[in-house]
């Protein structure tokens, strides 16, 4: 069978060649070489800066300079994947003179391996060195503008218990919004003639509240109601009128997630359910909503981070949260390390929840490809 394919082909014109030997990535593994080599050297350099410029201010932090020791041993790292890289092209270069072509890709496609590690993980190095000589930037104005370690000390308690009120607006405000977000998306999906008028009035809502900045919102509510005089309203404290405002917007978002949801149920869903004898509402309530709101959670959970950082918006209408309280901060001290303090805090309560939502969104893939 073979002679007959190799005569065949033969009688073609076509020629049989001998694989092409790869390149062994010796150049690669130089070039990881050279730039593990010239960041650690700049990794040094920059560690050096910073501790001249922290010293030429006055300041003295015994633990900013272990940092700056790790951080300048740290690069020394990258040399692991550069020698790496270098081995293996050693080794593509004896599998080519052995002949063995096989061996020579594997090994040569490993040089290249390691040296693009040696190159992205050179990359971020680079990219933190950069914020490093940013922060030194005309004698540590920025580091002491936004970093001032004595000043986030001393009013870490002040801004602790004002972030308190933040955590209290949004956990109150995404009960409220995953219950008026429900009301609202069921209401768009009332069927029949009756429920026209129902339907046009949610979509209304949702069309302005999508629409509106959540600011105004604040501001309007948090504002207008009291001058309205309106019996009990007016009382509320200001803290109520964010939880109002922060409901009414996100609930027009939330309304839309949870409407996607019940929609991307199958049919043949509530053409059973209805056939059993279930009406709408109880269709909706044991059958599509609770198959809908398996699907919708990361982006539910999406909604709900946005929510918790636009309650920092909340002290436009003069509600102590944090970072009102840290604005107060940096006015008094003319430093905006208060305000650093709060953003850190916010990102300490998202990034959880983010990855959260990462990994559920993993999960529903991994179960789709299985299912398919």
């Known amino acids: 069978m073979t002679e007959t394919l190799i005569h065949q082909r033969s009688e073609r014109g076509e020629l049989w060649r001998t694989p092409v030997p790869p390149r062994p990535g010796s150049d690669w593994a130089l070039v990881a070489l050279a730039v593990a080599l010239g960041i650690t050297l700049s990794a040094y350099w920059t560690a050096e800066a910073i501790r001249d410029a922290i010293t030429g201010s006055g300041a003295s932090w015994p633990i900013v300079a272990v940092l700056l020791w790790i951080a300048s041993a740290l690069p020394l790292l990258l040399f692991l994947p550069a020698v790496r890289a270098w081995s293996a092209a050693h080794r593509a270069r004896e599998a080519i003179t052995a002949g063995n072509i096989v061996e020579a890709r594997v090994r040569s496609a490993a040089a290249r391996d390691f040296a693009f590690r040696t190159f992205g993980y050179g990359a971020a190095v680079i990219l933190m060195l950069a914020i490093g000589l940013f922060v030194i930037a005309n004698k540590v104005a920025v580091g002491f503008t936004f970093f001032s370690v004595s000043l986030i000390w001393s009013t870490k308690g002040l801004v602790l218990s004002a972030f308190w009120t933040n955590i209290y607006i949004f956990c109150v405000a995404e009960i409220l919004v995953l219950i008026w977000g429900l009301v609202v998306a069921v209401a ?29 919102s604040i501001y309007l509510v948090g504002f207008g109601l009291p001058l309205t005089g309106l019996p009990v309203i007016k009382d509320f404290p200001p803290e109520s009128y964010a939880i109002l405002a922060l409901t009414l917007t996100y609930g027009a978002y939330v309304a839309e997630v949870y409407r996607a949801g019940i929609e991307s149920i199958h049919w043949s869903q509530t053409a059973a359910a209805r056939s059993l004898g279930l009406g709408f509402g109880q269709t909706l309530r044991f059958v599509v909503v609770p198959q809908a709101v398996r699907r919708i959670i990361p982006p539910l959970l999406n909604d709900f981070i946005s929510l918790q950082k636009d309650t920092a918006l909340v002290s436009v209408i003069g509600t102590i949260d944090s970072f009102n309280q840290a604005k107060i901060i940096a006015s008094n001290h003319f430093n905006l390390s208060s305000v650093m303090t709060v953003a850190f805090l916010f990102v300490l309560i998202t990034i959880p929840q983010t990855r959260l939502v990462d990994r559920l969104i993993e999960r529903d893939q991994r179960r789709m490809r299985a299912g398919g």
């Open 188 to 216: 768009r999906l009332i069927p029949g003639e009756a429920g026209r008028p129902i339907r046009m009035i949610a979509t209304a809502y949702t069309d302005i509240f999508r629409g509106l900045p959540v600011i105004i």
